[in-house]
């Protein structure tokens, strides 16, 4: 990928990240074409802006204080991979009050609009969900 065509996604994923961390789901879904798809940990996707939104507002509702940092971003293969850390403390409804730090990565096929066509997101399910339940250092 040349130069500027990596600065343009360097700075796309850079408004992408402040999006997670806005605690406006609809601007994440924004960032995806309107037919785009976000699929994570190899689940049921969530196709279209709709359901983009919802996902995202399931994490920002679990998380008020969700933060999201931009680890890495980098080309192969035609594909963009986002690598990212999300933390924040479980104090939405039915939350366990257990400060989460993650890590994981999307991979980004874009579209010609210059919109993510499909997001396949990864990270570890069962270290989340520990995190979740007993905090990010077990306490």
């Known amino acids: 990928m040349a130069r500027d065509g990596m600065?343009?996604?360097?700075?796309?994923?850079?408004?992408?990240?402040?999006?997670?961390?806005?605690?406006?789901?609809?601007?994440?879904?924004?960032?995806?074409?309107?037919?785009?798809?976000?699929?994570?940990?190899?689940?049921?996707?969530?196709?279209?802006?709709?359901?983009?939104?919802?996902?995202?507002?399931?994490?920002?509702?679990?998380?008020?204080?969700?933060?999201?940092y931009m680890d890495d971003l980098l080309e192969k293969q035609g594909k963009v991979i986002y690598k990212w850390t999300l933390e924040g403390t479980n104090t939405g409804p039915g939350g366990t009050g257990k400060r989460v730090r993650i890590s994981g990565l999307e991979e980004w096929r874009m579209g010609h609009d210059g919109r993510v066509a499909d997001s396949l997101g990864n990270f570890d399910g069962a270290e989340y969900q520990r995190q979740v339940e007993h905090g990010v250092n077990g306490k």
Do not use: H
Request: net charge positive.
């Open 7 to 68: 600065t343009k996604l360097r700075e796309f994923a850079t408004r992408y990240t402040a999006a997670w961390c806005s605690g406006n789901a609809a601007s994440v879904a924004a960032f995806f074409a309107p037919g785009g798809s976000l699929t994570i940990n190899g689940g049921t996707p969530s196709a279209g802006r709709g359901a983009i939104t919802e996902a995202a507002q399931g994490f920002m509702t679990a998380f008020p204080d969700l933060k999201v």
